[in-house]
């Protein structure tokens, strides 16, 4: 039987922080079913109290996320005397920059969050990824940071989405044989263009998984080995003859593909620096 947990997020700002790190923590265990009960906002000791009252109803694990010390300090001494176990994700990383930085913590709640020009561009990326997604605005390519290209169901749309939300303007092409691509795409010079490429097996599961989500035919071409491989063949060959880095999406999650293409974009701007 799956073991059960309420799990309490309390924090005196969105409480976004503290969803990302309970998900990045809980993924490392397996069979637990948890009750996620996000408390955001949390600012007066009232509030806190109302709060706690419902955590003692559906005891579990509270991570919190407190800068005011006077209403941190209640937290503290409320769930002891509760018996409640109260954790602070973020003091030893804080603990540790002040260490090494020689500056005290500003104590600002959601300061993580200030609309500064990183945000705004953050934001821009992911209008500019969206309105370019599966081929679309082939003029604008090269205002990109980074386009994907791939056969169809190579993970390039969440993977674009993935990177626009860390500040990378993405554009994704499919490569079709039917249907190449504009010669445009191979005289682009701002941005990175990475392929991706999968095995044929797991490509042909997902493809037949979509089609039956989709209530189509579970076969055609587009699930057929020989079709696939030709496709992928395709793309592959495009890949080489270009020299474009590339990436097998079979055994990756998105965070992974994500990852491995910033690596390249990283070595490039370090390789443009030192060059």
């Known amino acids: ?17 503290l969803e990302l790190i309970a998900k990045a923590c809980l993924a490392q265990f397996d069979g637990v079913e948890v009750k996620q009960h996000l408390w955001p906002m949390v600012r007066s000791e009232g509030h806190l109290d109302r709060v706690l009252d419902d955590v003692e109803r559906r005891p579990g694990l509270v991570l919190y996320t407190l800068v005011n010390s006077t209403i941190r300090r209640e937290l503290e001494q409320k769930t002891r005397r509760r018996g409640i176990y109260a954790v602070s994700v973020l003091d030893p990383v804080v603990h540790a920059l002040s260490a090494v930085l020689g500056q005290e913590a ?100 997902i493809r037949r998984n979509r089609l039956l989500a989709l209530n189509q035919a579970p076969e055609t071409d587009y699930v057929d080995l020989e079709a696939v491989n030709a496709e992928l063949g395709f793309a592959r060959r495009i890949f080489a003859d270009r020299g474009w880095p590339v990436i097998d999406v079979t055994r990756r999650s998105i965070e992974e593909t994500a990852y491995a293409i910033v690596k390249l974009c990283n070595e490039r701007i370090d390789s443009r620096v030192t060059s």
């Not at 039987?1 to 922080?17: I, P």
């Not at 940071?145 to 939300?165: E, F, H, M, Q, W």
């Open 106 to 205: 500003k104590g600002r709640p959601g300061r993580q969050h200030a609309l500064d020009a990183a945000y705004f561009a953050r934001v821009d990326a992911i209008q500019f990824t969206i309105a370019h997604d599966d081929g679309v605005g082939a003029e604008n390519w090269e205002e990109a940071d980074i386009i994907l290209a791939g056969v169809s169901r190579t993970s390039k749309t969440p993977t674009s989405i993935y990177l626009a939300n860390r500040g990378y303007k993405v554009a994704n092409i499919p490569l079709v044989p039917e249907a190449p691509p504009p010669p445009s795409l191979f005289g682009l010079r701002h941005p990175l263009l990475v392929g991706l490429t999968t095995n044929p097996d797991r490509l042909i599961q």
């Open 1 to 17: 039987m799956a073991a059960g947990l309420d799990l309490h997020l309390l924090s005196d700002s969105t409480g976004e922080t």
